[in-house]
């Protein structure tokens, strides 16, 4: 496990060097992440919060999916962006050199998945938190007071972050063993057709994001990721990366 830390530690610092890269991925997930909150105070939070007599089920709902949704947006957007690194390591031979040293397979891929996930679980546990925060500060203490749910603690910053980190190892794993252009296909559907069903399914009453349906959802769909990671972990051998490379 320490030596996944440190390969996962010197990942990030590269990842972190690239300036360019960074800025436009803080600029792309502000955007996406306000542009959501936004419309969903605008739309509705504002007026139900200013109404004679609110709704705090439908408030919690809606705050519930706005907590959810930046938080989805923060790790996504990062993974979609330095899941790449798979293409670049690959085709320059750090794979290959590293499973020279005496690295264990498994450190490689915990160390790589993990320096991709990590700084987009701190984005995505800033940008769900800040969003309670505020949303409640402007919106609702004035009139209906601080609205907070378990459910929507628990789906935002447990079950999105284990959603990414299932997909993370599944990503490399598909990139080191295959083809990383089919890991990065992988990671860039997932985002807009996972949100986009998601988000949808918590503003209706079948799966409202503020009840623990919705939560026990997204740990669904976080096992199953993992159960494929665990089923397709033995096909990621120094045999089939080198050959693969």
């Known amino acids: 496990m320490k030596n996944a830390l440190l390969l996962a530690t010197a990942g990030i610092k590269t990842n972190l060097r690239s300036v360019s890269t960074m800025v436009i991925t803080a600029v792309v997930v502000l955007i996406c992440a306000a542009g ?74 915990a160390g790589k998945s993990l320096a991709v996930f990590l700084p987009g679980l701190a984005v995505g546990t800033f940008l769900g938190m800040a969003t309670l925060l505020v949303v409640n500060f402007i919106y609702l203490v004035p009139g209906v007071g601080f609205l907070i749910n378990p459910w929507m603690i ?58 623990w349906k919705f939560t026990l959802a997204n740990l669904g769909v976080a096992a199953v990721i993992f159960l494929v990671v665990v089923l397709l972990r033995p096909r990621l051998t120094a045999e089939r990366v080198v050959l693969s490379s």
């Open 36 to 109: 959501l909150v936004i419309a969903l105070c605008i739309l509705v939070i504002a007026p139900e919060a200013q109404s004679p007599a609110p709704d705090i089920d439908l408030l919690k709902t809606q705050l519930s999916v706005a907590v959810f949704g930046a938080c989805l947006i923060g790790v996504g957007i990062n993974m979609n962006v330095f899941t790449q690194t798979i293409i670049k390591e690959k085709s320059r031979g750090n794979i290959t050199a590293l499973l020279a040293t005496p690295l264990e397979m498994g450190n490689i891929l």
């Open 154 to 211: 628990l789906s935002s910053l447990v079950a999105v972050p284990l959603i990414y980190l299932g997909l993370s190892f599944l990503a490399h794993i598909i990139g080191l063993a295959g083809k990383p252009v089919t890991a990065n296909v992988i990671v860039q559907v997932f985002l807009p057709v996972f949100t986009s069903a998601m988000i949808n399914l918590g503003i209706r009453d079948v799966l409202n994001a503020a009840t």
